[in-house]
């Protein structure tokens, strides 16, 4: 039986080959950060993790990890509901809820998880998501497991989405759901104006903060406070999974009742193991480095304007960007691969986007920022840049 289906598969990877969409994974044998080195014994400089804060290799929370392992043990083997339910669990959820300002907050083992398990439960096919069409993944998949009447507005366009929201009306309840930072443009979602309209036609509104919380507002707790309206959407999900340590982790944060229906009915909660308690540690740890200084922060910042400045003046078009992501625009999907080899030959490690990942004609450098980068990493990048640029006819 198997030769026929092996046959089938074979032909389909081909497809994704010869499509030039095959995914190849690069192996590093150092741990992460802004330097590191792959198995083929290259050093090259990372500006395509999600290490926004340099969280993946600070020592205060491996000591923290390194505690609880000794404390707590290794894993939990158990869901939260039947024996895995830690002091840790509990104090990370009560650190999250702060940092948010919101009410109580409930972990998943990822924020796929979290974003797969939060609509289900809360809305039926009497009610609406109105969903931005640039949303993650894992939003799109949470909400085609629920029964809620589909929405979709075009990223961040205020019109179109009072338009979905008109015709909402007749559902019973109302959610407008969008990500806090998007991941291919680097843009905030316009948060003060889709706050308006919900007030105004009667919504609820989520936002999935994985990549803009630790990054956004004044002291990093995310589109919220960037727009002033800290305790003022129902709902926040996001990850531990990059500004926060980039270990594993997700997490539901928001008004008491609705975190108290998930923990009932949430299937990925109820039904997946709960987090390690060394990564519950190293999450507290993390909070408490972030509410206690916005050092990190402010360097992330000063770090990705110096990119955005030095990059526009040697002639790069980036889009407009107030977080840890730059995209760096190109137009010609070949160009975009053909830049990103010939950076790494440069020593820079960052990824080429083209469609379907992005719009046709917008292929693009991604590059991500972290405030673990050095002035002279920086330097590197930018002198990387410029020449390769100049080389391939990009820049002059
Ligand atoms: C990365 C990301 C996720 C998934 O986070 P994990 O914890 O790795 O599962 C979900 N939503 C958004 C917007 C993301 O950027």
Do not use: W
Not at 215 to 243: C, D, P, S, Y
Request: net charge negative.
């Amino acid at each position: 039986m198997y030769e026929r289906y092996q046959g089938h598969l074979q032909h389909q990877l081909a497809d994704i080959e010869a499509a030039g969409l095959f995914k190849k994974e690069r192996i590093l044998v150092t741990a992460q950060g802004p330097e590191i080195r792959t198995d083929a014994g290259k050093d090259v400089l990372n500006f395509c993790a999600n290490n926004y804060l340099g969280f993946s290799n600070n020592p205060q929370l491996i000591e923290a990890a390194k505690k609880a392992l000794d404390s707590h043990g290794y894993g939990m083997s158990s869901v939260r509901f039947i024996c895995g339910t830690t002091d840790l669990h509990k104090e990370l959820e009560k650190a999250i809820s702060d940092f948010f300002g919101m009410e109580d907050t409930i972990l998943y083992a990822a924020a796929f998880d979290a974003n797969g398990g939060v609509f289900e439960p809360l809305l039926t096919d009497e009610d609406a998501i109105i969903s931005d069409t640039l949303n993650h993944a894992s939003i799109i998949d949470g909400v085609r497991l629920c029964k809620a009447q589909r929405f979709r507005y075009s990223n961040a366009d205020m019109e179109d989405l009072e338009d979905q929201l008109q015709q909402a009306q007749p559902c019973r309840f109302r959610l407008i759901v969008t990500d806090g930072v998007f991941s291919m443009d680097g843009n905030v979602t316009p948060l003060d104006k889709i706050k308006e309209l919900a007030d105004k036609y009667d919504a609820l509104i989520m936002v999935d903060e994985s990549h803009s919380a630790g990054v956004i507002g004044k002291t990093g707790r995310g589109t919220t406070e960037h727009f002033n309206l800290r305790g003022q959407v129902e709902i926040i999900t996001g990850t531990l999974g990059k500004a926060f340590g980039g270990a594993i982790g997700g997490f539901t944060t928001g008004k008491k009742e609705i975190i108290g229906m998930l923990r009932q009915r949430s299937r990925p909660y109820l039904f997946s193991n709960s987090i390690p308690p060394a990564i519950a540690a190293a999450g507290i740890e993390a909070f408490k480095i972030m509410t206690g200084s916005t050092e990190l922060l402010d360097r992330l910042h000063v770090n990705r304007s110096y990119f955005v400045e030095q990059m526009t003046k040697i002639g790069y078009k980036i889009k407009p960007t107030q977080s840890g992501i730059c995209a760096v625009m190109l137009g010609d999907a070949q160009l975009s691969q053909d830049m990103a080899s010939r950076l790494l030959e440069e020593g820079i490690y960052v990824i080429g986007f083209y469609f379907p990942v992005v719009p046709k004609g917008e292929a693009r450098i991604r590059v991500q920022l972290s405030a673990a980068h050095t002035p002279e990493q920086l330097r590197k990048v930018v002198a990387a840049f410029e020449k390769v640029g100049k080389d391939l006819g990009i820049i002059s």
